[in-house]
């Protein structure tokens, strides 16, 4: 059974992983025995990142590259595959937020949004996927939302950009699953991170959340390490297109 989830001897680069949840992600898949590359907006972020983790006896690299430009994309990934060795799993983490009125929303910050929660999920799995293709064998892990599927107030961009994800990781799918790579994705509900750190200090929508959810309280974002693993190791090797909602319940809840 441990050898179905153990990630011995792969590789697996975590977007937006210097971190938070994707710090987390990436930890948990080293301690599931994989090699990761911890992806950052600066080196020394990403450096910081893999530094932690080599002192708890992982492996671990660091390479800062913005996965909203394709030129540094395409560039990162060749590194990484020349200098580091292949890329077996890749899971699109990097995501940002941005909350305002949808009358009031700058045209700026919706263009921040698409291009960090969408765009980059494009241009990253196109350049590893090539490389998969090749190989015969990747699992691809896209990590969406709640909001993939449901609407909240102030965060419509946020929204789109998520019900974006969902149709790339189905369409990857129907064009990958062919080449023995699999696309799924992850769907958090309400977890405490630095990106929710000001609705889990309102005490009116904690608590509106705990009556909300069947679980009846935040996720602890440790809780989602176990579906990244699930996904990226051969016990999924015949689940692909689907989005794993991890959320207490709340979606699917009256």
């Not at 009358?103 to 765009?119: G, H, K, M, R, S």
């Not at 102030?154 to 062919?178: D, Q």
Request: charged residues 20%.
């Amino acid at each position: 059974m441990s050898a179905l989830f153990s990630l011995e001897n792969k590789r697996a680069l975590v977007t937006g992983s210097g971190r938070g949840i994707g710090f987390l992600l990436a930890r948990g898949l080293a301690e599931a025995g994989a090699e990761v590359i911890i992806n950052a907006t600066t080196q020394q972020g990403a450096e910081r990142a893999a530094a932690q983790l080599r002192d708890d006896g992982h492996r671990a690299h660091a390479l800062a590259f913005d996965v909203t430009q394709s030129s540094a994309v395409q560039a990162a990934v060749e590194r990484i595959e020349e200098e580091i060795g292949a890329i077996d799993i890749l899971v699109n983490n990097a995501g940002i937020q941005r909350r305002r009125p949808f009358l009031e929303f700058p045209e700026q910050d919706w263009n921040e949004v698409i291009a960090v929660n969408q765009t980059a999920v494009f241009l990253v799995s196109q350049a590893v996927a090539r490389k998969m293709v090749a190989r015969k064998q990747g699992k691809i892990i896209n990590i969406g939302s709640m909001q993939s599927e449901l609407g909240r107030d102030t965060i419509t961009p946020y929204a789109a950009s998520k019900g974006a994800v969902t149709m790339l990781t189905r369409g990857m799918c129907v064009e990958l699953a062919r080449h023995n790579i699999q696309v799924n994705g992850i769907a958090p509900g309400y977890f405490k991170t630095e990106m929710t750190q000001a609705l889990a200090d309102d005490a009116d929508f904690t608590a509106w959340l705990t009556k909300r959810t069947p679980a009846a309280r935040w996720g602890d974002p440790q809780e989602l390490i176990g579906a990244a693993v699930f996904l990226a190791s051969k016990a999924a090797d015949f689940v692909n297109g689907h989005l794993l909602f991890v959320d207490g319940g709340m979606r699917v809840a009256v």
